[in-house]
């Protein structure tokens, strides 16, 4: 596979310079996860990133025991976990694999490593994150098309 074609696919990293994208991918954990695997459960510390490069994800968000129990579908292209990998914040809900999915992700350590080993791509990343935090999340409340996701429950 070839990470720099992949990056380039996804809307997240598709602004960044060929030679970001190139140097990224020393720092991305590839993986191919089979269909119907757990992938992270609710209330997980992941602390990375994950771009879908293939297949789609189930995120169920669950309420207990209560029968509002809500699912959605990330699909090939999807970034998240973004907070998670910034702060100490747990995933926002359980993911399973669809069918066999490819995952590029970035982890808490790696991308410390960034910040010390390559200011400008930590730099490139750093905007990406808050461009999508702040702007996409208040846009997806009006546009169906946007790939953010920001969900609230009470507790």
């Known amino acids: 596979m070839n990470i720099s074609e992949e990056l380039n696919k996804i809307p997240f990293f598709s602004k960044l310079s060929s030679g970001d994208l190139k140097n990224l991918e020393s720092y991305l954990l590839v993986q191919n996860i089979a269909k119907d695997t757990l992938i992270a459960t609710q209330g997980d510390n992941c602390r990375s990133l994950y771009s879908i490069v293939k297949c789609m994800i189930k995120a169920t968000l669950s309420r207990g025991s209560s029968p509002l129990d809500s699912e959605i579908t990330l699909a090939s292209g999807t970034v998240f976990g973004s ?6 914040i747990s995933m926002f809900g359980t993911l399973t694999s669809i069918d066999e999915v490819t995952l590029l992700t ?17 730099e490139s990343i750093m905007k990406e994150l808050m461009y999508r935090i702040q702007y996409k999340s208040i846009l997806g409340m009006h546009r ?4 953010c996701i920001f969900i609230i429950c009470d507790q």
């Open 83 to 88: 907070m998670a990998l910034i702060a100490n």
């Open 106 to 122: 970035l982890d808490h350590s790696s991308f410390n490593e960034i910040y010390d080993k390559a200011p400008h791509l930590y």
């Open 144 to 147: 169906f098309e946007t790939r």
